[in-house]
């Protein structure tokens, strides 16, 4: 009788591969403690909202949410056009600007 991780190794043979080769990589074959996983974790391609993706095209809620630093999801429109708009005018002046009193006020 097939055991839950038999049907876990079935199920993610993609990732399978992928941790194999993380292994000669990563020490532990992976970057970072919470990504430990027996007998491998799984790998994202992507995420939107409340989901992430794996490399198969399987969907997962995402309860982790970036340890909380994703409270509004994946890639919300709003941020997106933010930092979009942010990017081209530059990441880190090294300097006082206008946008650090406006963050301090909210």
């Known amino acids: 009788m097939p055991t839950i991780i038999d049907d876990y190794t079935a199920t993610f043979q993609k990732d399978r591969s ?3 080769q993380a292994q ?11 990504r430990h996983a027996n007998p491998f ?16 095209g399987r969907e997962f809620i995402d309860y982790w949410s970036g ?13 997106v056009e933010a930092v979009q708009r942010q990017i081209t005018r530059g990441t880190h002046y ?7 009193m406006e963050w301090a006020r909210l």
């Open 41 to 56: 974790p799984v790998y994202i391609s992507h995420g939107d909202g409340s989901k992430k993706y794996g490399i198969d």
């Open 94 to 100: 090294g300097a006082s600007h206008e946008l650090e």
């Open 24 to 34: 000669q990589l990563f020490p532990d074959g992976v970057t970072h403690d919470n």
């Open 67 to 79: 340890h909380g630093s994703l409270l509004l999801g994946h890639n919300p429109p709003e941020v």
């Open 18 to 20: 992928l941790s194999e």
